[in-house]
C-alpha cells in the first residue's frame, strides 16, 4: 500500500483481529477501539504505523503496536507482521473447584436408591 494510513476497520480485519470488516466497523462505531489513548467512535478513522490500539477481544483487553498497514487479508503468518502485541492475553486462571462431595468411579452408573439416600445423609440434605 503506497499511502501512510488506512482505515482503522480495514486494518483490524487485515490483522486478523476480527472475522468480517462489518465486526470490525461494529467495534470501533460502539466507541470499543482507542488510537493512542483517544476514543474512536467511526470505522472510517485512519490510523499510521506506530498508533497504538487498545480494544476489547473476547475477555481480554489487547493493547497492540502498529507495525506495518498491509496491503490484503493474507494468511495468519503475514498478519502477526502487521502488529506488536503490548500486552498478550494472560492465559485464565484455572478454577479450584472442590470435588464433587458424592464422587463415584467413572463408569459405575448412577446410584441406587439406597446408595442416593447416604449420599444425602452424609451432604446433610433430607
Known amino acids: 500500500m503506497s499511502g501512510e494510513s488506512l482505515r482503522l476497520d480495514k486494518w483490524l480485519w487485515f490483522a486478523r483481529f476480527l472475522k468480517s470488516r462489518t465486526m470490525a466497523a461494529d467495534l470501533c462505531a460502539d466507541g470499543r477501539v482507542r488510537i493512542s489513548g483517544r476514543v474512536v467512535s467511526k470505522p472510517s478513522q485512519t490510523i499510521k504505523v506506530g498508533d497504538v490500539l487498545t480494544f476489547p477481544l473476547g475477555p481480554h483487553i489487547r493493547v497492540i503496536e502498529v507495525k506495518a498497514l ?26 479450584d ?28 440434605e433430607s
Open 70 to 95: 498491509g496491503a490484503r487479508r493474507g494468511p495468519a503468518s503475514e498478519a502477526q507482521t502487521l502488529y506488536a502485541d503490548l500486552s498478550p492475553p494472560q492465559p485464565r486462571a484455572r478454577e
Open 97 to 124: 473447584r472442590p470435588p464433587a462431595v458424592a464422587a463415584r468411579e467413572p463408569g459405575s452408573g448412577r446410584p441406587t436408591k439406597a446408595e442416593r439416600r447416604a449420599i444425602d445423609r452424609l451432604t446433610g
